[in-house]
């Protein structure tokens, strides 16, 4: 791991080319799964959404959910596809305890979509990532595994499989090799899944919540000594479930890879485990062992052949793109291009855009999120929208600061108790006691102790060295815990010491 | 995905070339995908019935032209779908009733790869 800290991806630049690629998957929100009526709910008790169909008992038969087939047919034109006029599903079969059936009801060689493009923005230039096909197949059941150290497949004594998730519509999304980023091939990938949730959020075909797993990436790294011919060999990093992850494991396998060479290695076509704690990979199963899948054509089902009338009305009824909706947005919200950019990327555009719809103002809104919460949220290295604040909560706080009932340090404090789970702005103003003091007394009080206290330093004020009255002002929020009104306390000083401050 | 066939046509054409002489080793590999434990005996015996099954159905080759392309359905039917609608689920008594066990109201299964810790 030393080594690792020492070497650096422009280090690695100088001497391979990275070819990234990345797979991902997204569960569609459809109400029903993808060949059965049972519901696709998150959180469920375990195998409370489950029938014969998506169970694999025999005799049953799945039916294709249309709503899934026009989905994925949007999310195709959306990614600039040319979209199959006739196709089947395959069966790709398996022996792994996710599927009850011992196979998986997918597309192999007839994707629904294929041979498109997204552009997204790289440090403030385009980039075209071209999308290699786009097929619907269903998701999986969720394996939870006993007895290992980390509740990870390696070293469990068991697993307890939940079928809930079994058949719920998934969306794979695959791109073509994407060669030419050099040194930005972490930042290329990252910018990719970013600006494709956007894209599928616009679309409403997913929640696409990568915590949750309803996006889920693969990234396919590889390197080649600078000057040769022909790629190197890729690695697969699965289940990276962040947008920070997406670019940390293009980062340390390009890292890892080039130490393997340098040292006169060789790098095995493998599975990868992305560790978020150390931001590393491990090896996973090698791949050769399971790539005899033996697809064939899906016999329980019939081929899609969707209309060329209904593709066409679906292609006009398309949603603007992300990048034409953030151009209105940003002249909306009055954010500079950094800005926009920076929020973007960071996925918190969302959070940003609904601070304002909840109320706050567009100065507000950048004002705490892109100060205050940016700077908690890279001290506990989390994405802003991994904060336990949302931005109703933000707006919230934003008004109470608007109508004086709290100043903005009282705000930070706010704050604190939000993200430490004490409630929303006006429960922990309450519970703490934080509202800006409006009993005169007390505050009259506390400038008169000040004052008296600070006979020096009064001498200084009315001899005209008037930035001394920082002192008596710290006094006073000392002795109101921080609750008095800062302008309030200066204009009641200068009334008492009869000087204009 | 270099090496594997482009097409499922191409697939079942190479397959079928296969055919012609299924060997032991074919067998021995497609029981281990299937999780079958078959015996060294069992391993020549399925061998040469495999052999005379496949080199029946290839039959079909010899008499499909040009002119006839390959079927994966005997019915001209396509967009059989149903709408976006809720059903009824089974009780999870019903669905774990069949489970060789069950744990937490999920199948318990064993260790799913055979590596070390």
Not at chain 1, 138 to 158: F, N, P, W
Not at chain 1, 435 to 458: H, K, Q, W, Y
Not at chain 1, 477 to 493: F, H, L, N, P
Request: proline letters at 6%; hydrophobic letters at 40%; glycine letters at 8%.
């Amino acid at each position: 791991m030393t080594a690792t800290a020492e070497i650096t991806v422009t280090d690695v630049v100088a001497r391979y080319v990275p070819v990234i690629g990345l797979e991902t998957h997204v569960e569609l929100g459809t109400l029903s799964k993808m060949f059965c009526g049972c519901p696709t709910e998150f959180g469920a008790e375990p195998n409370t959404q489950t029938c014969p169909v998506c169970l694999g008992l025999p005799g049953a038969l799945p039916v294709v959910n249309v709503k899934s087939i026009e989905s994925t047919i949007r999310i195709g034109l959306a990614l600039n596809c040319t979209i199959a006029s006739w196709c089947r599903f395959a069966r790709k079969n398996y022996f792994y305890p996710d599927m009850p059936k011992d196979f998986q009801i997918s597309q192999y060689d007839e994707p629904l979509c294929t041979d498109g493009y997204l552009d997204v923005m790289v440090d403030g230039e385009p980039f075209r990532v071209e999308i290699e096909r786009v097929h619907l197949e269903e998701d999986t059941g969720k394996s939870l595994h006993v007895g290992g150290a980390t509740g990870r497949i390696h070293g469990a004594d068991h697993s307890l499989v939940d079928y809930n998730r079994a058949g719920i519509p998934l969306v794979e999304i695959v791109t073509k090799p994407i060669a030419g980023t050099g040194v930005r091939a972490p930042a290329v990938a990252r910018a990719y899944v970013t600006e494709l949730r956007e894209l599928l959020r616009g679309l409403n075909v997913s929640d696409v919540r990568m915590e949750q797993g309803s996006m889920r990436c693969d990234v396919n790294t590889s390197l080649a000594p600078k000057g040769a011919a022909a790629w190197g060999t890729r690695t697969e990093t699965k289940n990276v479930n962040s947008l920070r992850s997406v670019e940390r494991a293009v980062r340390s396998e390009m890292i890892r890879q080039s130490q393997v060479l340098d040292d006169g290695g060789r790098i095995v076509q493998e599975t990868r485990h992305f560790h978020e704690d150390s931001s590393s990979t491990t090896s996973g199963r090698s791949k050769e062992e399971a790539t005899d899948y033996r697809y064939f054509p899906e016999p329980d089902l019939v081929p899609v052949a969707p209309d060329p009338a209904w593709v066409e009305q679906l292609r006009a009824a398309l949603p603007d793109a992300p990048s034409v909706l953030r151009s209105r947005r940003q002249a909306e919200l009055g954010l500079s291009d950094d800005e926009m950019s920076w929020l973007a990327n960071t996925g918190a555009l969302q959070l940003f855009a609904e601070t304002v719809a909840a109320g706050a103002s567009a100065a507000d809104a950048r004002k705490w999120w892109l100060g205050d919460l940016t700077r908690r949220a890279n001290a506990e290295d989390i994405e802003l929208a991994e904060l336990a604040i949302t931005p109703a909560q933000v707006a919230s706080l934003v008004g109470l600061v608007a109508d004086g009932r709290i100043n903005d340090r009282l705000a930070r404090q706010v704050l604190d108790g939000v993200l430490a789970g004490e409630g929303d702005p006006e429960q922990v103003v309450a519970a703490r006691g934080l509202a800006v003091l409006s009993d005169t007394a007390a505050l009259d009080a506390a400038v008169d102790a000040a004052i008296a206290d600070n006979p020096d330093i009064v001498a200084k004020i009315q001899s005209g060295k008037v930035a001394a009255v920082g002192v008596l002002l710290g006094s006073v929020m000392k002795a109101t815990r921080g609750q008095a009104d800062a302008a309030s306390v200066r204009a009641m000083i200068a009334q008492r010491l009869g000087v204009e401050l | 995905m270099a090496g594997r066939p482009s097409t499922l046509e191409e697939l079942s054409l190479h397959d079928r070339h296969c055919m012609t002489a299924i060997s032991r080793d074919d067998v021995a590999h497609l029981a281990h995908l299937a999780r079958l434990a078959v015996t060294e005996q069992e391993l020549d015996l399925f061998a040469g019935q495999l052999d005379v099954i496949l080199a029946s159905v290839a039959h079909v080759a010899d008499v499909a032209a040009d002119d006839i392309p390959p079927t994966t359905h005997a019915v001209p039917l396509t967009n059989i779908t149903r709408p976006d609608v809720i059903g009824p689920s089974l009780h999870p008594q019903d669905v774990l009733a069949a489970a060789p066990a069950a744990e937490g109201g999920r199948f318990r299964v064993p260790r799913i790869l055979n590596e070390p810790a």
